[in-house]
């Protein structure tokens, strides 16, 4: 009798026992990856210093000597370390004037002294007043707190009162003189 129960016992564990070794060893492939798959790792990382602060579309506000607003922006502005300049690309500076009018410049790259409210410029400055003059050169330097601006490289100016260029120019109280320096050649047009 103890041996057909062991033989009974026998003819159904056997199976079972073998169908769940062939399944462990078909699937076994399949838990060594989801063990990988479920660690984690952790390293010692080296603590990073940033060298440089990375800006996009910054925007610079401000009041002038006079109360009279600015505004300086860029596509993207780096200022490095402690320096106080910030390193500017396609940067643009609105001036609102005291009469209620206004200037606006832009070019290529620029450099910006915030402390001391200076603004250099490279690369195609355009300078726009609202009366429609406009003035072309490749490098100038602003005093935006003090209303100045100036540049030593060739300038060309258009507007009301016809074209003009020259090797340099400077601009007083926020562009209402305008000193071209060097030789100047005008072609003016009078009022009919």
């Known amino acids: 009798m103890r041996r057909r129960i062991l033989v009974a016992v026998a003819k159904r564990l056997l199976p079972l026992a073998a169908v769940g070794l062939l399944a462990t060893v078909a699937l076994w492939p399949e838990f060594e990856s989801a063990a990988d798959r479920g660690r984690v790792a952790f390293r010692r990382v080296a603590e990073v210093q940033p060298t440089a602060l990375h800006i996009v579309e910054p925007r610079y506000q401000g009041l002038d000597e006079q109360n009279q607003p600015y505004t300086v922006t860029a596509a993207t502005a780096v200022q490095e370390g402690?320096?106080?300049?910030?390193?500017?690309?396609?940067?643009?500076a609105d001036l609102e004037l005291n009469d209620g009018g206004w200037v606006y410049l832009e070019a290529r790259e620029g450099r910006y002294d915030r402390p001391g409210s200076r603004l250099d410029l490279a690369g195609d400055v355009t300078i726009h007043h609202d009366d429609g003059t406009q003035f072309v050169t490749p490098r100038a330097e602003l005093d935006i707190a003090g209303g100045d601006a100036s540049g030593d490289d060739p300038v060309a100016a258009q507007g009301p009162f016809g074209t003009l260029t020259?090797?340099?120019f400077r601009l007083?109280?926020?562009?209402?003189v305008v000193v071209f320096t060097g030789r100047a050649r005008a072609v003016l047009e009078g009022a009919r």
Do not use: F
Not at 172 to 176: E, L, S
């Open 172 to 176: 007083y109280d926020r562009g209402q």
């Open 82 to 92: 402690e320096e106080q300049a910030v390193q500017l690309q396609e940067p643009r």
């Open 166 to 168: 020259a090797e340099g």
